[in-house]
Protein backbone atom coordinates (compact mmCIF):
# COMPACT_ATOMS: atom_id res chain seq x y z
CA UNK A 1 0.00 0.00 0.00
CA UNK A 2 1.06 3.45 -1.03
CA UNK A 3 0.83 6.97 1.15
CA UNK A 4 -2.52 8.42 0.87
CA UNK A 5 -2.25 12.30 0.90
CA UNK A 6 -3.37 12.68 4.12
CA UNK A 7 -0.34 10.37 5.77
CA UNK A 8 1.78 13.04 3.73
CA UNK A 9 -0.22 16.01 5.11
CA UNK A 10 0.07 14.86 8.58
CA UNK A 11 3.96 13.61 7.85
CA UNK A 12 5.14 17.24 6.54
CA UNK A 13 3.31 18.91 9.78
CA UNK A 14 5.33 15.99 12.21
CA UNK A 15 8.39 17.35 10.41
CA UNK A 16 8.02 21.27 10.76
CA UNK A 17 6.98 20.33 14.83
CA UNK A 18 3.40 20.53 14.40
CA UNK A 19 2.51 16.72 14.92
CA UNK A 20 -1.38 15.63 15.19
CA UNK A 21 -0.80 14.65 18.90
CA UNK A 22 0.44 17.99 20.19
CA UNK A 23 -1.48 20.49 17.85
CA UNK A 24 -4.99 19.67 16.81
CA UNK A 25 -5.03 20.77 12.91
CA UNK A 26 -8.32 21.50 11.97
CA UNK A 27 -9.64 20.34 8.79
CA UNK A 28 -9.34 23.58 6.85
CA UNK A 29 -5.41 23.36 7.37
CA UNK A 30 -5.71 19.53 6.38
CA UNK A 31 -7.53 20.82 3.13
CA UNK A 32 -5.44 23.56 2.47
CA UNK A 33 -2.25 21.84 3.15
CA UNK A 34 -3.69 19.11 0.56
CA UNK A 35 -4.38 21.75 -1.89
CA UNK A 36 -0.13 22.40 -1.54
CA UNK A 37 0.47 19.16 -2.14
CA UNK A 38 -1.67 18.60 -5.06
CA UNK A 39 0.07 21.95 -6.53
CA UNK A 40 3.55 21.17 -5.39
CA UNK A 41 2.94 17.45 -7.20
CA UNK A 42 1.77 19.54 -10.31
CA UNK A 43 4.76 21.56 -10.60
CA UNK A 44 6.76 18.18 -10.12
CA UNK A 45 5.03 17.03 -12.98
CA UNK A 46 5.06 19.43 -14.88
CA UNK A 47 9.02 19.71 -14.60
CA UNK A 48 8.87 15.92 -16.20
CA UNK A 49 9.18 14.10 -12.46
CA UNK A 50 6.12 11.88 -13.02
CA UNK A 51 5.59 9.84 -9.99
CA UNK A 52 1.92 9.03 -10.50
CA UNK A 53 0.20 11.01 -8.20
CA UNK A 54 -3.34 11.05 -8.73
CA UNK A 55 -3.40 15.04 -10.03
CA UNK A 56 -7.07 16.32 -9.67
CA UNK A 57 -8.91 18.61 -12.46
CA UNK A 58 -9.46 21.41 -9.75
CA UNK A 59 -9.08 21.14 -5.72
CA UNK A 60 -12.81 20.68 -4.69
CA UNK A 61 -12.03 17.16 -6.62
CA UNK A 62 -8.97 16.05 -4.39
CA UNK A 63 -10.12 13.28 -1.88
CA UNK A 64 -7.27 13.41 1.20
CA UNK A 65 -7.52 9.06 1.49
CA UNK A 66 -7.16 8.53 -1.85
CA UNK A 67 -4.15 6.25 -2.40
CA UNK A 68 -1.68 7.90 -4.08
CA UNK A 69 0.87 4.92 -5.81
CA UNK A 70 3.88 6.82 -5.58
CA UNK A 71 6.51 4.79 -5.35
CA UNK A 72 8.33 4.75 -2.30
CA UNK A 73 11.61 6.40 -3.22
CA UNK A 74 9.27 9.59 -3.79
CA UNK A 75 7.68 9.23 0.13
CA UNK A 76 11.22 11.41 1.48
CA UNK A 77 11.47 13.68 -0.93
CA UNK A 78 7.44 14.63 -1.05
CA UNK A 79 6.83 14.95 2.80
CA UNK A 80 10.05 17.18 3.36
CA UNK A 81 9.61 19.69 0.20
CA UNK A 82 5.97 19.78 1.58
CA UNK A 83 7.09 20.92 4.99
CA UNK A 84 9.30 23.06 3.81
CA UNK A 85 6.20 24.85 1.86
CA UNK A 86 3.99 24.55 4.71
CA UNK A 87 6.66 25.75 7.33
CA UNK A 88 6.08 29.62 6.52
CA UNK A 89 2.49 29.92 7.04
CA UNK A 90 2.32 28.18 10.56
CA UNK A 91 5.56 30.50 11.47
CA UNK A 92 8.05 28.06 11.68
CA UNK A 93 11.62 27.98 10.56
CA UNK A 94 12.61 24.62 9.21
CA UNK A 95 16.06 23.45 10.33
CA UNK A 96 18.92 23.36 8.35
CA UNK A 97 19.05 19.90 8.09
CA UNK A 98 15.06 19.50 6.64
CA UNK A 99 15.98 22.30 3.81
CA UNK A 100 19.47 19.99 2.96
CA UNK A 101 17.78 16.62 3.00
CA UNK A 102 14.60 18.33 0.53
CA UNK A 103 17.44 19.76 -1.72
CA UNK A 104 18.89 16.31 -1.93
CA UNK A 105 15.12 14.29 -2.79
CA UNK A 106 14.19 16.91 -4.81
CA UNK A 107 17.60 16.48 -6.75
CA UNK A 108 17.55 12.69 -6.72
CA UNK A 109 13.84 12.60 -8.21
CA UNK A 110 15.10 15.25 -10.73
CA UNK A 111 18.06 13.56 -11.85
CA UNK A 112 15.89 10.12 -12.10
CA UNK A 113 13.65 12.16 -14.12
CA UNK A 114 16.12 13.35 -16.42
CA UNK A 115 16.45 12.44 -19.89
CA UNK A 116 18.87 13.52 -22.56
CA UNK A 117 17.12 14.51 -25.43
CA UNK A 118 17.51 12.03 -28.29
CA UNK A 119 19.09 13.63 -31.41
CA UNK A 120 19.59 13.02 -35.32
CA UNK A 121 21.71 14.34 -37.65
CA UNK A 122 20.09 16.84 -40.18
CA UNK A 123 18.99 15.29 -43.52
CA UNK A 124 21.84 17.25 -45.44
CA UNK A 125 24.64 15.72 -43.37
CA UNK A 126 26.71 13.34 -45.82
CA UNK A 127 26.60 10.21 -44.91
CA UNK A 128 30.62 9.23 -45.70
CA UNK A 129 32.60 7.40 -47.48
CA UNK A 130 32.22 4.28 -45.84
CA UNK A 131 28.29 4.01 -46.89
CA UNK A 132 28.40 2.93 -50.59
CA UNK A 133 26.01 0.75 -50.68
CA UNK A 134 23.22 3.41 -50.04
CA UNK A 135 21.73 5.13 -53.11
CA UNK A 136 21.66 8.21 -51.69
CA UNK A 137 24.29 9.81 -50.24
CA UNK A 138 22.44 11.97 -47.30
CA UNK A 139 21.55 10.64 -43.93
CA UNK A 140 17.59 10.05 -43.92
CA UNK A 141 15.13 12.43 -42.68
CA UNK A 142 14.58 12.97 -38.83
CA UNK A 143 11.79 10.79 -37.20
CA UNK A 144 9.97 13.29 -35.51
CA UNK A 145 7.84 11.04 -33.27
CA UNK A 146 4.64 12.42 -31.16
CA UNK A 147 6.11 12.70 -27.07
CA UNK A 148 3.66 11.41 -24.35
CA UNK A 149 6.05 13.63 -22.08
CA UNK A 150 9.91 11.64 -20.73
CA UNK A 151 7.84 8.50 -21.18
CA UNK A 152 8.16 8.27 -24.74
CA UNK A 153 6.72 8.15 -28.40
CA UNK A 154 3.15 7.60 -28.95
CA UNK A 155 2.49 4.33 -30.71
CA UNK A 156 -0.78 4.55 -32.60
CA UNK A 157 -0.42 0.19 -33.70
Known amino acids: MSYTKRQFVEQ ?3 EIGLASYVFDLTPAQVEAAMVRLDAMMSTWNGKGIRLGYPLPGSPQNSDLDAETMVPDAANEAIIINLAVRLAP ?7 IDTKVAAKQSYDMLLSRAAMPMEQQLPASMPRGAGA ?3 DDPFMDNPDDPILAGQ ?5 FN
Open 12 to 14: AFA
Open 89 to 95: QYGKTPS
Open 132 to 134: KAY
Open 151 to 155: DGALD
